[in-house]
Nanobody, 124 residues
Framework: QVQLVESGGGLVQAGGSLRLSCAASGRTITRLSTGWFRQAPGKEREFVAA???????YYADSVKGRFTISEDSAKNTVLLQMSSLKPEDTAVYYCAADPLGRTTYYRPSSYVFWGQGTQVTVSS
């Protein structure tokens, strides 16, 4: 069993930055595929970024060049640094983990464990 707890969300003006953290327990994150997803009101949950089995990083086109996903193995934490934020980035952001290392890292259905989510609001 893996527990995930997100933190770091909040209200920020357009063009600002936020860093989200996802603290994992129950398994070492380097033995998991981890990802960030987001869900805006009335929309489906969408892929943001992932580190499949701690090898390589992948991003949605909408955040490429603005967001950076990384791992802090000492703290067993996955980070999402978000810069140049836009109002359309407003959503609840979720951290997810997959113990099987599936190649479809961009699909929510590929992940077994989820955090509770953290709200990110970007004002114009």
């Amino acid at each position: 069993q893996v527990q995930l707890v997100e933190s770091g969300g909040g209200l920020v003006q357009a063009g600002g930055s936020l860093r989200l953290s996802c603290a994992a327990s129950g398994r070492t994150i380097t033995r998991l595929s981890t990802g960030w997803f987001r869900q805006a009101p009335g929309k489906e949950r969408e892929f943001v970024a992932a580190i499949p089995q701690s090898v390589g990083t992948y991003y949605a086109d909408s955040v490429k060049g603005r967001f950076t996903i990384s791992e802090d193995s000492a703290k067993n934490t996955v980070l999402l640094q978000m810069s140049s934020l836009k109002p359309e980035d407003t959503a609840v952001y979720y951290c997810a983990a997959d113990p099987l290392g599936r190649t479809t890292y961009y699909r929510p259905s590929s992940y077994v464990f989820w955090g509770q989510g953290t709200q990110v609001t970007v004002s114009s």
